[in-house]
């Protein structure tokens, strides 16, 4: 972990919460319109809903300039989703396929990944557009979407 001394001049230190939330913090919540895993879209890119990232207020200082994006990856906790299954067989395939070949939530670590579009930075809520997973997913961090390095239009998919 970093000390105190280790601050660049233009950086903000944050005092982070006493526990850990499975290892990580938890910086806010996703809201969106699906209850269910069954309610999601499958993935971003067949979804047009509209949510909202509720950042918690010590993170506040983290989304200066984030508005001069289209367009944000959100990455977020699956708390809902199994962690045991190492191969899977999705409802597309008929065959076992291994989870790190798979996008699916179920993972020993169900981290997510979403490219959303940024409509809105309104104090601590983003209003975002494109969302895939179940109201109040647990956020873990968020990053700027850059197409010049984030998208590779030739990547080879089975």
Known sequence: ?????????????????????????FIGRIRTPFKTRADCPKN???????????????????LQ???LYSHIILLYWMDRARRDLIQQVPAH???PRGTFAL????????IALAAVELLEVSGTKLTVRNVDCIDGTPLLDIKPYFASIDSFPHAKRP
């Open 44 to 62: 971003t890119a067949q979804s047009d809903a509209v949510g909202t990232v509720e950042l918690n207020a010590r993170y506040a200082a983290g």
């Open 65 to 67: 300039d984030l508005g």
């Open 93 to 95: 395939l008929t065959r």
């Open 103 to 110: 996008r699916s939530p179920v993972r020993p670590n169900p």
């Open 1 to 25: 972990m970093s000390e105190q001394s280790d601050v660049r001049p233009g950086e903000m230190p944050l005092s982070l919460p006493e526990g850990f939330d499975a290892g990580v913090y």
